[in-house]
């Protein structure tokens, strides 16, 4: 839900809703949704101008179901529903809308399915209330197929269209809605109980090069982990609701959910052009996809996945998107061939696009949370060459291709070498486990031996503490095997290129996906831990056996107070170590930018290229325009690695020791507690605040990779900064970019201008570097000062990021006296019949955390067999 999208009527319009003097911060989504919801119900109970005793009763049932006694939106029900009804705001559609302006797609299709409900209450659709309803959703913008599917379920009819079933199952799934308030979830949770079963998916396996048993038995776990955070939300959330349970238990397993939810795994495909990339992965998906050419044709980032539909959309560096026709991605994933041989064309335009995004319903690696990355060739423009450098870090595998006939030249073993570190950073004298290399063209390797003698040459390359694991190299036939696929035949290219598939799907599962069930469940238990903690507490409470006297209750708020101090206090030094690490970083780029021009001349010495002068001149500049900016990537990066790192580990260690010697203070406070209440504060602070606040600094990115790195380590977040990349894209896309710009100012010097007639070929060739490293510094200069801005921006975020995960343990300390309070002020409130009663509670709640534990138990168990 936009919220920004709310606009003055709509405020005036909750104002004379609620009875209330609101302003547009006091609106909510959950005060919204209500005031959609009660005009909604209103106007179907009216429509038929009766008001039976059927409707009264599922008015009264739903809004209880939907709000707890307890709940603040408590006291906003009865003036809603007095003043719908006397303004009859159900029968003005401009009011209406005006409502539900800032909602989203699922949003309104969640409200119209109460409508629905409220119809056929009893026991039958009255004509005039279907078409109020039908006038609703046109101006919703709601598919009609979604409304079959409500009128049908409601009446108990038959759904002859499952697919519109299985979506309207996907959109009102209740962990859509999780990031919203509980009320949603609630919402969602009761329409998809009165829904029919969700159909099963038919899979089209015309193109299944192999089963993907693993993967799909991973996924199935992986569901089921997700779903135990689903019953572990609502058990939760019902003690949240009592005011025994921490909130925050609930915004924990959220976290962790939408983090299961989102797990995929990412395969990433590199290798110099020509070497079958595109071919490789038709074969991987059984269906010819990605345009394949002999020329260098990954114009852009393409990322695969599954989606309930086909389509495609394009992402553009500016954030815009669009989507376009299978037509326009063939066209946009790929390159000219005038830009592949040498022409710029259309590589200004390619160059706007940040990736390309493929969304397919039978592509059966992908349907298996697969997502795979068509890279732009290591060996082509720069730019393309930056994006790849971005998309290996959130990458959980890659597949190397290299040519059986040419295999592994000396810049592909450099290739190898990069891929390594990047995937791997920090661990030099460790082999890299996530490089598989695939021998492409092993169909053209026809004399005896010759299989084993490329495998043998591949192995003697990696074996030197590059790549290790079981299965790690294939000789493979990408296109022999794509055509067996495509005929729905078999042959021995068939039968390698699954065994390769094979290898991938068991490092997947076992060496990525099995860590990261393991956490996830590790991240479960400790909630769970924490729940059981407070039940506990609260038990003892009942029971008189802990008791928070005055004076206890004083010195809670105490040190309620002093932990908000505290926070205040880490806030104000993270600023001044983060302005003294801009400034210090400031003095150090000055330092090093002045000796820039003289490095990267004596750099400019090693550039080569295998392009002639008079010939391909074009081709030639392209080549040292290309190392000039590799060069200036790599003086960026090594200054960033060396000199930011230093400031950075320097100031960030004072700011940890003081945010370590706090968490100590407090954990300190919670013993003393326990010592004298008997309680078990730390306990529940260990569980919850450490594991879900400081322990997750650094996870980001899609792949499954990602949410299982080092977060202290070097790829953590004094690590990887990724600042060269930024000197590269300033150059690359800042304006114009620096290639056009050398190209154009050689063009337009002549032939004459650097002495082409002349005899001297390394002079040629030295006064040509000198003048591309000259307008390489013009455009360098033009956007220095854009670049710093971004160095200051990730020196900013690192020290925000250490902030933000203070303020989070911090309030889940304070989180922990409130309910203690809470408990507390609970139980001095109830007699002893209702103690009782809230035992017996207590012991069903009790009862469902360890069933939830012992699902958990069973999963991981399942999955490790």
Known sequence: MDTSLISPQTVELVSLLTGQNLRKEDIT????????????????????????????????????????????????????????????????????????????????????????????????????????????????GIDGRYLTVLEASFSSRAISDTAALAEVHSLLDPARFQSLDSLFVRAASHIIGHLPAKPKQQK???????????????????????????????????????????????EEVTKISRKLESQCFRVAVVGEFSKGKSTLLNALLGEEIQPVRDIPCSGTVTVLKYGPQQ?????????REEEISPDQYQEKASISEEAALGSFGDETVKSEIKEIIFEHPNLELCTNGVEIIDTPGLNEQAERTLVTEQVLKTTDAVIFLTHAQNLLTEKERELLLYLKQELNPGKNDEAAKNIFVLVNFADLLRREGSHKQARQRVEKFVSEKLIAGEN???????????????????????????????????????????????QSAAGIKQIIGTGCDELSQYREMLEGKLTVSPGDKAKIFEQMAEVSGREVKIRLLANELMEQSLEEALESWHEWAEGLGQRLGSKSHRWTSGHNHIWSQNKLIKDYSN????????????????????????????????????????????????????????SQFNNLAIAGDLGGIGIGGSGIASSISDIGGPGGYLGGLGLGGLVAAGLLFGGV????????????????????????????????????????????????????????????????????????????????????????????????????????????????????????????????R
């Open 627 to 682: 190392q000039f900016v590799l060069d200036m990537t790599k003086e960026i990066e090594d200054w960033a690695s060396q000199k930011v790192k230093a400031i950075l580990q320097q100031n960030v260690a004072v700011l940890n020791n003081q945010i370590n010697e706090d968490i100590y203070a407090i954990r300190l406070e919670f013993q003393n507690f326990d010592k004298q209440l008997s309680s078990n504060l730390v």
């Open 472 to 518: 790690r190299i294939h000789l493979i036939s990408a296109q022999s095997a794509l055509d067996a696929i495509l005929d729905g035949t078999e042959n021995e290219y068939v039968k390698s290129f699954q065994d390769f598939t094979k290898s991938l799907e068991q490092f997947l599962t076992v060496e990525r996906g099995a860590i990261a069930l393991r």
């Open 311 to 319: 389509r495609v959309i394009c992402k553009y560096i500016d954030g």
């Open 29 to 140: 989504p959950p005060i919204l949704f209500l005031a959609g919801l009660v005009t909604v119900l209103l106007g179907v109970i009216n429509a038929d101008g009766t008001f039976g005793a059927e409707e009264k009763q599922q008015l009264a049932t739903t809004l209880k179901e939907l709000i707890p006694a307890n709940n603040s939106l408590q006291k906003l029900v009865m003036p809603m529903l007095k003043s719908v009804t006397q303004h009859q705001v159900y029968k003005k559609f401009p009011v209406l809308l005006a409502l539900t302006a800032c909602f989203s797609e699922v949003e309104k299709l969640l409200l119209i399915s109460f409508g629905y409900q409220m119809s056929a209450a009893d026991g039958t659709m009255d004509d005039r209330e279907k078409q109020y309803l039908k006038n609703i959703a046109d101006r919703l």
């Open 737 to 864: 970019g620096i290639i056009p710009i050398i190209l154009g100012a050689l063009a337009a010097g002549g032939g004459g201008a650097f002495g082409l007639g002349m005899l001297d070929v390394d002079g040629i060739h030295n006064q040509i570097k000198e003048k591309v490293c000259e307008l390489g510094f013009e455009k360098f200069g033009e956007s220095a000062e854009s670049i710093f801005e971004k160095v200051q921006e990730r020196v900013i975020a690192v020290f925000n990021d250490r902030t933000d995960a203070n303020s989070g343990v911090m309030s889940k300390a304070i989180s922990l006296w409130e309910n203690l309070l809470e408990q507390q002020e609970k139980r001095d409130r109830q007699n002893q019949a209702e103690c009782e009663a809230e035992k017996v509670w207590l012991a069903d709640k009790r009862r469902e955390l360890e069933q939830v534990k012992s699902q958990i138990e069973t999963i991981l168990n399942q999955s490790a």
């Open 204 to 250: 089209n396996h015309k193109h299944s090069v192999s089963s993907y048993q693993e993967l799909k038995k991973f996924q199935e776990y992986r569901q089921q982990l997700n779903a135990v955070c689903g019953k572990l939300y609502l058990t939760l959330l019902d003690g949240s609701d009592r005011n025994v349970l921490s909130a925050s238990l609930t």
